[in-house]
T-cell receptor, first 116, second 114 residues
Framework: AQTVTQSQPEMSVQEAETVTLSCTYD???????LFWYKQPPSRQMILVIR??????QNATENRFSVNFQKAAKSFSLKISDSQLGDAAMYFC?????????????FGTGTRLTIIP | NAGVTQTPKFQVLKTGQSMTLQCAQD?????MYWYRQDPGMGLRLIYY???????DKGEVPNGYNVSRLNKREFSLRLESAAPSQTSVYFC?????????????FGEGSRLTVL
C-alpha cells in the first residue's frame, strides 16, 4: 500500500517570504499523480497543484511550485511571496494511475502560519 | 455550479443512534468517495465507488455502510454510532483516470457522537 509522509506538523513564515513544505511517499508503481491540497479555516479542500509522475518538469501555479524528485520519492511545495491568505492546512496526496486503483492517499498535513 | 453537496453540515448523535450522510455531485463524475478527517490523522478513506453500481472498502470501513444510489448520489450510513466516529466527513468525486485524477470535495459534515 502507498503511504504519504509529511514530517512537519507546523510551519511558519513571514509575510512576503518563501516557505517550503516537505512530502515523501512510498510506492512501487512507476506511474501516478501527486497533489497538494489546501484547507483553510473554512474547511473546504482546495487543489493547489498537481504533478504527473511521467513528467520531468516541475509543476508551477503562480506563486506555488513543486520540487518533484521521483527517484527520492519526494514532492515538496514551495510558496513564494507568502500572503496572509495562504494560512491553512496543506495536505500532500498520492493517487495511482492504474485503472481500478483510483483512491487518493493523504499525508497527515502541515499547518502553515503566516506572520504579518 | 454546485459541485459536490453534502448534507447535513452538522449533526449531533447519541451513542447507538443511526444516521445517513447524503452526497450528490452534478459534474457527471464516475467515481465518488467518503473520507473522514481527524486531528493529526489527515484524511482517511472510508469507502469509494469507482462507478455506478460498485463500492469498495477503503482504509477505515468498520462501522459504516454506503450506497451508490445512482451516478450522482453516494450516501454514507452509520448504523449504530459510536464516540469513535466523531469526526469531519468529506464526500468527493472525480471523473476517474480519464483526466488527471483530481478529486473535488464537498464542504464537509461535522458529526459528534455523545
Amino acid at each position: 500500500a502507498q503511504t504519504v509522509t509529511q514530517s512537519q506538523p507546523e510551519m511558519s513564515v513571514q509575510e512576503a517570504e518563501t516557505v517550503t513544505l516537505s512530502c515523501t511517499y512510498d510506492t512501487s508503481e512507476s506511474d501516478y499523480y501527486l497533489f497538494w491540497y489546501k484547507q483553510p479555516p473554512s474547511r473546504q479542500m482546495i487543489l493547489v497543484i498537481r504533478q504527473e509522475a511521467y513528467k520531468q518538469q516541475n509543476a508551477t501555479e503562480n506563486r506555488f511550485s513543486v520540487n518533484f524528485q521521483k527517484a527520492a520519492k519526494s514532492f515538496s511545495l514551495k510558496i513564494s511571496d507568502s500572503q496572509l491568505g495562504d494560512a491553512a492546512m496543506y495536505f500532500c496526496a498520492y493517487r495511482s494511475a492504474w485503472f481500478g486503483n483510483e483512491k487518493l492517499t493523504f499525508g497527515t498535513g502541515t499547518r502553515l502560519t503566516i506572520i504579518p | 455550479n454546485a459541485g459536490v453537496t453534502q448534507t447535513p453540515k452538522f449533526q449531533v448523535l447519541k451513542t447507538g443512534q443511526s444516521m445517513t450522510l447524503q452526497c450528490a455531485q452534478d459534474m457527471n463524475h464516475n467515481s465518488m468517495y467518503w473520507y473522514r478527517q481527524d486531528p493529526g490523522m489527515g484524511l482517511r478513506l472510508i469507502y469509494y465507488s469507482a462507478s455506478e453500481g460498485t463500492t469498495d472498502k477503503g482504509e477505515v470501513p468498520n462501522g459504516y455502510n454506503v450506497s451508490r444510489l445512482n451516478k450522482r448520489e453516494f450516501s454514507l450510513r452509520l448504523e449504530s454510532a459510536a464516540p469513535s466516529q466523531t469526526s469531519v466527513y468529506f464526500c468527493a468525486s472525480s471523473m476517474g483516470l480519464q483526466n488527471t485524477g483530481e478529486l473535488f470535495f464537498g464542504e464537509g459534515s461535522r458529526l459528534t457522537v455523545l
